[in-house]
């Protein structure tokens, strides 16, 4: 597995609780309870641009999972040269290897919040086109194109998981992502909740441990479509998630309303029904997940 991050955690842990080998390559190293939500993984440091380093992480495995990423959609626009750098060298460089590595399989976790940009029908199906708004989602796209053509090319076994707005335990609540974990942290510390605009911008929420299920179903089979949506197939408005977060924490929260950002999109729900007819997948209700979540440890 490729990055250490959320849905990273969510993955190894997943993938620990049915007996498979976990091998984990990250940026920078863990410590207190952020290693300690790996334990039973084998660890390894070091940059994913580098050769050598990642044949090693490579070596013996039958299955990646590219988890990492570059900047935040909020920053990936103020600094696109560096979102650029930061998305594509490490993804081309496990590409390569994986060329060397006949049947090697690679899932490539993209966003399906962002890659579509303000679509034209909702729910949106994997073949809607996809006109982002954010270097963020420029980049997941290239990052899809990238590994949809060694695909092609080369014959590795890929595919893209389009994935909507995550959310669950372990998600951190001050990187400009992830509304769940930021209101749920401002509440508890008794610090105003932004919201831009008017706050009925749509989302779909799709709790963390079900893209790990997801995940996990996905690779014990072979072949499928090559982009696969994954989220809960159902729409909330911003304003409306909120009541629901100040519901589970029973807190009320203060609001910052700030002005439209300009490059959110203003609506999206995934459709999920090809990925249904892959696997079987119920998604969990959102007030569950968000109930489950705030029971969590920050």
Not at 36 to 49: K, N, S
Not at 95 to 106: D, H, I, K, M, S
Not at 220 to 236: D, E, Q, T, W, Y
């Amino acid at each position: 597995m490729i990055g250490a991050g959320f849905i990273g955690t969510h993955l190894a842990r997943r993938l620990k609780d049915d007996g498979a080998g976990v091998r984990v390559l990250t940026r920078s190293p863990l410590a207190g309870e952020r290693r300690a939500r790996f334990d039973g993984a084998e660890l390894l440091v070091g940059d994913a641009t580098v050769q050598g380093i990642v044949g090693d992480a490579l070596s013996g495995i039958d299955h990646v999972f590219y988890c990492a990423g570059g900047l935040m959609p909020a920053q990936s626009n103020l600094d696109p040269a560096t979102d650029a750098a930061l998305a594509l060298p490490p993804l081309l460089r496990v590409l390569e290897e994986l060329r060397a590595r006949p049947g090697v399989r690679l899932t490539f976790l993209s966003s399906g919040g962002t890659v579509y940009g303000n679509p034209e029908t909702i729910p949106v199906a994997e073949g809607h086109p996809t006109e982002p708004q954010t270097s963020y989602g420029v980049m997941k796209l290239a990052s899809e194109k990238y590994v949809l053509m060694y695909g092609r090319l080369y014959g590795i076994p890929v595919q893209v998981l389009r994935c909507s707005n995550v959310y669950g335990a372990f998600q951190p609540a001050d990187r400009g992502q992830g509304f769940v974990a930021a209101a749920l942290s401002r509440l508890r510390e008794g610090r105003p909740i932004t919201l831009f605009g008017d706050g009925r911008n749509v989302r779909d929420f799709v709790y963390a441990p079900d893209v790990a299920d997801v995940m996990v179903a996905l690779a014990a089979r072979s072949g499928g479509p090559a982009v696969l949506n994954v989220g809960s197939g159902k729409g909330v408005q911003i304003c409306d998630l909120l009541s629901m977060i100040e519901e589970v924490a029973g807190t009320a929260a203060q609001i910052d309303w700030q002005p439209d950002r300009g490059l959110d999109v203003r609506r999206i729900v995934l459709d999920i029904a090809a990925l249904q007819r892959e696997v079987e997948f119920v998604p969990t209700p959102l007030l569950d997940g968000l109930a489950a979540t705030a029971r969590s440890r920050p």
